[in-house]
């Protein structure tokens, strides 16, 4: 450090999908789910209205191509049933049954378009950013990229690499689980790149097709609270060792913090039908000892002046309204209202998991802040781990 970050550009998923529309499907599908009755009260809570996915509600509930035969098929099944005494034309009812029933989707048809989604929404923030630096796909050494909803290998880092192009000696740093700490992540990976050469030019690609985690057969409370939470992002910025006429923030520390214990808290699960994002309660409460942590770091950080030090904002990926609450209330009294604005007006149109924070901070740029502001930026992750950096406004 220092490294310097010139505005991100932020690519929304351009289908728009209403709350209302979430409970609809929902209470059609489980009427019978415990939290039923408070399905309207769940969904007014979470303070979302409207969220962007990269594809359409339609797609992600619409069944599977295959029907309701067991996997063994039409033939194996019909053995099984005369071999149990039914008769030819009870077996072939029972056959004509199972093939009325749809199948849900399967792994590779949920993720196979999110996947073509991710890449062209992908090269299409890349492509903004390098247009926001003033640079040519040409002038980048690094590229580092995540994408942990739509799992692909070669991901993410190859697809930029030949639709851009880079140059064939760029160095390509994929960061498929990062998950909700890309952002932050990515930022102080590349201050350390740029450190080390600061004539380095790194590019930053994230593209979360969170909508994947959308799963219409589950009843649970946490995936009802999941599918109303997620919202499709594509987000780059490009990092430089050396400060240029576009840059707006340095960076000049970053933290790291993992909790032991808390690696079921938050994650993915692959199953049959496609991922599914499982939730514990706890993890906000565990989520808020990263914050706690968070303010021992910049408290010693700045020691020699306590009183009088101060963030002037705080890009804070928004998890929940839990953690964002938290946070204020463990801010120290002196510190000014509002410093929390920009994060909470990105989480009214979602959760965007590791592409919030290059969100946030990009609403912070349009908003006009005040060169010189001191900038704290912050984000937390499945695992459960966290990544903060502390800079100023250029």
Avoid at 176 to 197: F, H, K, M, N
Avoid at 258 to 276: M, S, V, W, Y
Wanted: charge should be negative.
């Amino acid at each position: 450090m220092p490294a310097y970050l010139c505005p991100p550009a932020v690519i929304h998923g351009e289908h728009s999908v209403k709350t209302s529309q979430i409970v609809s499907d929902v209470r059609g599908r489980h009427p019978n789910a415990a939290w039923a009755p408070r399905i309207d009260s769940i969904a007014a809570s979470t303070g979302i209205e409207n969220r962007g996915w990269m594809l359409p509600l339609e797609t992600a509930v619409a069944p599977g191509k295959g029907n309701g035969l067991p996997t063994a098929g039409r033939g194996a099944t019909r053995e099984a049933l005369a071999g149990e005494g039914f008769a030819e034309q009870d077996v072939d009812r029972v056959i004509a049954a199972l093939e009325s029933i749809p199948a849900p989707q399967t792994v590779q048809e949920r993720t196979a378009p999110a996947w073509e989604a991710v890449q062209s929404y992908g090269e299409r923030a890349a492509r903004g950013a390098l247009q926001i630096a003033g640079l040519d796909a040409s002038d980048v050494d690094c590229l580092i990229t995540s994408h942990s909803t739509t799992p692909a290998l070669p991901g993410l880092d190859i697809a930029l690499a030949n639709k851009l192009p880079l140059r064939s000696d760029v160095m390509l740093l994929p960061a498929t689980q990062w998950a909700c700490i890309a952002g932050t992540r990515s930022l102080a990976l590349a201050a350390d790149l740029v450190a080390a050469d600061p004539d380095r030019v790194v590019l930053v690609v994230i593209a979360e097709a969170l909508s994947t985690t959308y799963q219409p057969a589950d009843d649970t409370l946490e995936s009802l609270i999941v599918r109303l939470l997620f919202a499709d992002t594509a987000v780059a910025a490009v990092v430089t060792g050396r400060r240029r006429a576009e840059s707006v923030l340095r960076l000049d520390a970053a933290w790291n913090h993992t909790l032991p214990g808390t690696q079921d808290l938050h994650r993915l699960e692959t199953q049959a039908d496609g991922t599914h994002f499982v939730m514990d309660r706890r993890g906000p409460r565990a989520v808020q000892e990263t914050v706690t942590a968070m303010w021992e770091w910049l408290h010693a950080r700045y020691q020699d002046d306590p009183d009088a030090w101060h963030p002037d904002v705080l890009l804070a990926h928004p998890g929940g309204t839990r953690v964002l609450e938290y946070m204020e209330q463990t801010m120290p009294d002196s510190w000014p209202s509002g410093l929390l604005d920009h994060s909470r007006d990105s989480y009214t149109s979602g959760n965007r998991g590791g592409a919030a924070v290059f969100d946030i901070l990009r609403r912070a740029h349009d908003a006009g802040l005040e060169p010189g502001s001191r900038a704290v930026l912050y984000a937390a992750a499945p695992g459960l781990t966290a990544t903060a950096l502390e800079g100023e406004w250029l």
